[in-house]
């Protein structure tokens, strides 16, 4: 104990305010290099959750497009309208090509995924 009070009343006054200061200032940049990773953490966490919310707009889309289709392959069925028809393949296109929206934004998410995740290279998806 007599020596922690030795210690701290040794130095003269200029030399504990300057070794507080910089004990305060390496506090200070330890404190904000964590709130920097915890927020690029977050960004990283959002972007993916935009992606997914995209993804999942998508899937809604094609559902909602594959009702109508369906009605209006019957209504082709049974009336043989050329209007119903053109609807018919317009929905079609509209399907593939949302569905090849999703699967692109999946396979980028999911490369992007692989890429930070530490992945040793005998277990590497190939």
Do not use: C
């Not at 030795?6 to 904000?32: C, D, E, H, Y």
């Not at 990283?44 to 497009?65: W, Y």
């Amino acid at each position: 104990m007599n020596l922690l009070s030795r210690l701290g009343s040794n130095p003269k006054i200029g030399t504990r305010l300057s070794f507080g200061f910089a004990l305060v200032l390496a506090l200070l940049l330890a404190v904000g290099g964590l709130g920097y990773w915890a927020l690029s953490k977050a960004e990283l966490g959002t972007t993916r959750l935009g992606s997914m919310a995209q993804n999942v707009a998508r899937v809604g889309v094609i559902d909602t497009s594959f009702a109508q289709l369906r009605r209006n392959v019957l209504i082709v069925g049974n009336t043989g309208s050329e209007e119903a028809e053109k609807q018919a393949r317009n929905l079609f296109l509209t399907i593939n090509e949302t569905g090849a929206q999703a699967k692109n934004a999946f396979d980028e998410a999911e490369s992007d995924f692989l890429s930070v995740l530490p992945i040793p290279s005998r277990l590497a998806v190939q």
